[in-house]
């Protein structure tokens, strides 16, 4: 599946079948998070094999169940945008592996994951990660004016991008962010609220594989070329 497909197909999943992630997945998933880590100082992990994650009470009023494998987002305060980023590129780098996910914020055992969390740093969320029992459903988006200045004069980066950021998974499916055209150029911001800017960290790269550039990349890069 390419990476376009990938992010119009994604959907939230949380019921997962009992089977474990191929061994050669399991392998691609850990080499893009020692990229991801080693390029922002975040600390994500991957934890495989264990259910006690989204044991207990929240996790099943989520209607979660059979998560054995999650990713863990922590590391120092400030990194929202960074998190979301880089949190989507596994989201969608798991679709492609044929695997679903879900970015839980709040339904699951928070007292137990925090175990992979080091002291010094904070547990923004979790990931859900495997094999789903079904492909999830699409959600309800905005009109893309809502979360956009788009009109037929911006050019079809710039729609594709919005196209893309539209689809994007944000907590309670908030879609709190909105992308202006400007200087032929784009800007990009979040109203304010809880998990506004980690939701507007995962619609900039839903933006960046719809435009086909990567422009919030590199701002979160320091203009660095990625
Ligand atoms: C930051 C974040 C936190 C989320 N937290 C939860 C959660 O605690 N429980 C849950 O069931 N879904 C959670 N979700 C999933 C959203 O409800 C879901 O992404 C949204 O409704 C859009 O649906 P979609 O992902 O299928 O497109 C979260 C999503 C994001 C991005």
Request: charged share 25%.
């Amino acid at each position: 599946m390419d990476i376009l497909e990938a992010v119009k197909n994604r959907h939230s999943v949380r019921r997962y079948m009992n089977i474990s992630i191929k061994e050669k997945n399991v392998e691609l998933l850990q080499e893009r998070i020692n990229i991801i880590n080693n390029k922002t100082g975040l600390k994500i992990k991957l934890v495989l094999n264990e259910p006690e994650g989204f044991s207990g009470i929240l996790a099943h009023y989520g209607n979660f169940s059979g998560v054995n494998n999650f990713f863990v987002l922590s590391g120092p305060e400030g990194k929202d945008k960074e998190v979301g980023y880089y949190g989507e590129e596994l989201v969608i780098l798991s679709q492609q592996l044929g695997l679903n996910t879900c970015w839980v914020a709040l339904t699951y055992n928070r007292k137990f994951v925090k175990k992979y969390v080091d002291e010094e740093d904070k547990l923004y969320v979790v990931i859900s990660v495997g094999v789903g029992t079904t492909q999830g459903t699409t959600h309800k988006s905005k009109p893309l004016e809502e979360i956009s200045n788009i009109s037929d004069d911006c050019p079809d980066w710039f729609k594709s991008g919005v196209e893309c950021a539209s689809l994007a998974p944000t907590a309670i499916n908030q879609q709190k962010f909105y992308f202006e055209f400007k200087d032929n150029g784009v800007v990009s911001r979040a109203e304010r609220g809880p998990l506004t800017e980690l939701d507007l960290g995962i619609a900039e790269y839903h933006f960046d594989v719809g435009s086909g550039k990567q422009i919030f990349a590199e701002r979160l890069n320091n203009g660095r070329k990625v």
